[in-house]
């Protein structure tokens, strides 16, 4: 599980990281809410943990802004010295999934962040994905290009999903290879040569080209009315 600590007390971070990391957690963290909000957004996190008051930018704009910009679905769990219902109401009101109260136990909190997860991916196998003329049911293991079947290997389908989750944003290259693989990517040219076969199969037999490449940045898909390789 990728999570994202949003916390500006390092004492809390550092005791995050001891009990996490060894569960089997890649995290990556930022004591303030500007730079979390970036890290979030450019990022693959299956969940994030937000402090709600943070320098600057507190967790509350915070998430607001993932939600309503970017229109970001990652599981939100608050995290806030505040106990009233007042303030639990307005986590939940601008979009967050769960809320915990500090001091808290480490153990509830990973119960927590592994159920949120667990929502949110059974709510993603689910969901037909769709854009443009392309079609994915992940539940199925199938994808469809105006009405023709794709047949794709196991890897171009995962970045096929990937990349419909997130379109029309585009989605780095880092984030591509860690949804992928994991914190143990191949060699650089995995990617590459995957990518090849889905464009291949995406693209090739159809006269607007979807699936593109934004040098040194990653990939995306775009619309009928912005094509683009």
Same mark, same amino acid.
């Given at each position: 599980?990728?999570a994202l600590?949003?916390?500006?007390?390092?004492?809390?971070?550092?005791?995050?990281?001891?009990?996490?990391?060894?569960?089997?957690?890649?995290?990556?963290?930022?004591?303030?809410g500007?730079?979390?909000?970036?890290?979030?957004?450019?990022?693959?996190?299956?969940?994030?943990?937000?402090?709600?008051?943070?320098?600057?930018m507190?967790?509350?704009?915070?998430?607001?802004?993932?939600?309503?910009?970017?229109?970001?679905?990652?599981?939100?769990?608050?995290?806030?010295?505040?106990?009233t219902?007042?303030?639990?109401?307005?986590g939940?009101?601008?979009?967050?999934?769960?809320?915990?109260?500090?001091?808290?136990?480490?153990?509830?909190?990973? *119960?927590? &962040?592994?159920? +949120?997860? $667990?929502? %949110?991916k059974?709510?993603?196998? /689910? #969901?037909? @994905?769709?854009? =443009?003329?392309?079609?994915?049911?992940?539940?199925?293991?199938?994808?469809?290009?105006?009405?023709?079947?794709?047949?794709?290997?196991?890897?171009?389908? *995962?970045? &096929?999903?990937? +990349?419909? $989750?997130? %379109?029309?944003?585009?989605?780095? /290259? #880092?984030? @591509?290879?860690? =949804?992928?693989?994991?914190?143990?990517?191949?060699?650089?040219?995995?990617?590459?040569?995957?990518?090849?076969e889905?464009?291949?199969?995406?693209?090739?037999?159809?006269?607007?080209? +979807?699936?593109?490449?934004?040098?040194?940045?990653?990939?995306?898909?775009?619309?009928?009315?912005?094509r683009?390789?």
């Amino acid at each position: 599980m990728h999570a994202l600590i949003v916390e500006d007390n390092l004492d809390i971070t550092a005791n995050l990281y001891a009990f996490l990391e060894p569960l089997g957690y890649a995290l990556d963290c930022a004591a303030n809410g500007s730079v979390g909000l970036e890290r979030a957004v450019e990022g693959a996190f299956d969940v994030i943990v937000l402090d709600v008051m943070l320098p600057g930018m507190d967790g509350l704009a915070v998430c607001r802004a993932l939600r309503e910009r970017y229109a970001d679905p990652t599981p939100i769990l608050m995290l806030t010295a505040r106990d009233t219902v007042a303030d639990r109401v307005a986590g939940l009101d601008c979009g967050a999934d769960d809320y915990l109260v500090k001091p808290f136990s480490l153990k509830e909190l990973d *119960a927590r &962040l592994r159920a +949120l997860v $667990r929502r %949110a991916k059974g709510r993603q196998t /689910r #969901a037909v @994905l769709r854009w =443009e003329d392309v079609e994915l049911d992940p539940a199925a293991h199938t994808a469809a290009r105006a009405g023709v079947p794709l047949r794709l290997g196991p890897t171009a389908f *995962a970045i &096929l999903e990937t +990349l419909l $989750r997130a %379109a029309p944003d585009v989605v780095p /290259r #880092a984030g @591509l290879e860690r =949804e992928l693989w994991g914190d143990a990517p191949p060699d650089s040219d995995a990617l590459r040569t995957h990518i090849h076969e889905l464009r291949q199969k995406l693209d090739k037999p159809f006269a607007v080209p +979807l699936l593109k490449t934004v040098p040194h940045v990653g990939y995306g898909l775009v619309s009928h009315a912005r094509r683009s390789c």
